[in-house]
């Protein structure tokens, strides 16, 4: 599990005084690309070493507290599925003990044509636990 | 059923050259405030009339073609459901007869002590079909 | 002179119930995208047809009037100078009558190895008034 | 002087590869509330404690370089003037040595109605170099 650390500033909150609900996604795509560096495997080392992308094909976040201007968020990340051509990483989303959100994506391994590519083995092997 | 029109700008794109996948949330946002400006609640007279939240408790999108710069897209919104507390909203991103995404919101009914409120009966009869 | 018309969503707003100053620099993108097309010059017509890129070199806004939730702005547009290898945008953001904010972005014109090219003569045709 | 390292992700990357230019002012504003922070006064103090607010007025930026995606940038900020009512950050955006971006805010102060008032002395006090 990867922890990734997130100052919220003004431009991350919305006029009702909190983290507006689309910016969780940036927080998940900041969380997931810690996750990948912690292994070894940055996210542009993916396409570039190995060939395919990870284009999200689903998001969804589960809102349960709010999160304030100059909170200091911890997001959680794991590797909760690794499928033949896809994948599905889990978040977290904490400020102390507290747990804001929780949501997950799940991404499509393809080639550059966005044709459906089998996971690269040696990419797998670094994600495995 | 309503319909919102978005034009895609460069802001809106990552370098991957498609539309973030985070963004689709902010359009989800335009298009169920256009929907309820055509019932002649708008999401901002909720708040000063009804005195009432409709914060976001749980969102989905489900990518399945990406949307490029400079495109027209067309998100269609419909109420799926009103419940005694909360709402949900289902979209479909179009780009002509291209479905490029589909997704929902769920929102809760709150007051501003963030307490579960009963949805106001003359916001309920304004949105229903 | 072009205008380009933007309703203030929540997401574009932050936690002081203002559009958060960073985002007039989206509005003035979707501002001048529509100059150019407008001339019959889309953006990425500039790109494709001309091989030439207009990227931006400096940005300034100042902020006079807060713009809020639900406005619908307008940017009004104008081409300032055309030089020989650079370009610069002046526009004003107004509601209504009321004056929000002006600003002007400078574009240099470059190549995609972004070696500084003259700008195509037949794109400054267009564009002149 | 502050320092502040942030990270680029996709989300604020544009189809050019690139950085979008009107996100450095995300980053020009998490520098400079690490600037306060430094100095013992947060942000969110500024508002609470002294009854003052510090909008922004005026907004600069000078694109020398792109930054791109996964790139580790450093933004450093000094408080270059600070008026009767008025203050004005500097900022210079750094890749390792290189210097990709440099700008400069102004604020001004004010009170809850937006009147323009003194710049609080225990504040200046905590400001000046």
Not at 88 to 95: I, M, N, P, S, T
Not at 99 to 128: M, N, W, Y
Request: include cysteine; charged fraction near 30%; charge should be neutral.
């Amino acid at each position: 599990m990867a922890k990734t650390e997130i100052r919220v500033i003004y431009g991350d909150t919305d006029q009702m005084g909190v983290v507006y609900y689309g910016n969780y996604l940036r927080f998940f795509e900041a969380a997931r690309s810690d996750f990948l560096r912690e292994k070894g495997a940055r996210w542009r080392d993916v396409e570039s070493t190995h060939g395919v992308y990870l284009p999200v094909a689903e998001a969804k976040v589960n809102y349960k507290r709010p999160a304030f201007y100059d909170d200091v968020l911890v997001v959680e990340t794991k590797l909760a599925e690794l499928g033949r051509a896809s994948l599905r990483f889990e978040y977290r989303v904490l400020r102390g003990d507290d747990l804001l959100a929780t949501g997950h994506t799940v991404h499509a391994c393809v080639d550059k044509q966005g044709d459906i590519r089998e996971f690269p083995a040696a990419l797998s092997e670094r994600l495995r636990p």
